[in-house]
Nanobody, 122 residues
Framework: VQLQAFGGGVVQAGVSLRLSCAAS????????VGWFRQAPGKEREFVAR????????DYVDSVKGRFTISRDNTKNTVDLQMNGLKPEDTAVYYC????????????????WGQGTQVTVSS
């Protein structure tokens, strides 16, 4: 499975961005998919995850109510809609997929995209 994350950019605080994660090589319709982010000098942290069907989602507290994860298994994509962006959301955002874990732990994700930079200015 190859994952590609895109949609990042430089925006002002308060606006929205939509990140997309496109999978190729095989379908990820049975995979859990997570979004993680890594700010400079910090560890990569969990942001959101979605189960294979899309019915179960989970968010880190700092993005609840602002970010929404969704998936389209017919297109082999998982999106992260980010509203009300804040400067502290600035990071490189990665999507990752797991075929056999429903988890927030980055160590349990086997497949990773290359990351897309999100920069939020105040």
């Amino acid at each position: 499975v190859q994952l590609q994350a895109f949609g990042g950019g430089v925006v002002q605080a308060g606006v929205s961005l939509r990140l997309s994660c496109a999978a190729s090589g095989r379908t990820i319709s049975s995979y859990a998919v997570g979004w993680f982010r890594q700010a400079p000098g910090k560890e990569r942290e969990f942001v959101a995850r979605i189960n294979w069907s899309g019915y179960n989602t989970d968010y880190v507290d700092s993005v609840k109510g602002r970010f929404t994860i969704s998936r389209d298994n017919t297109k082999n994509t998982v999106d992260l809609q980010m509203n009300g962006l804040k400067p502290e959301d600035t990071a490189v955002y990665y999507c990752a997929a797991s075929s056999d874990h429903w988890t927030r732990s980055k160590e349990d994700y086997s497949y990773w995209g290359q990351g897309t930079q999100v920069t939020v200015s105040s």
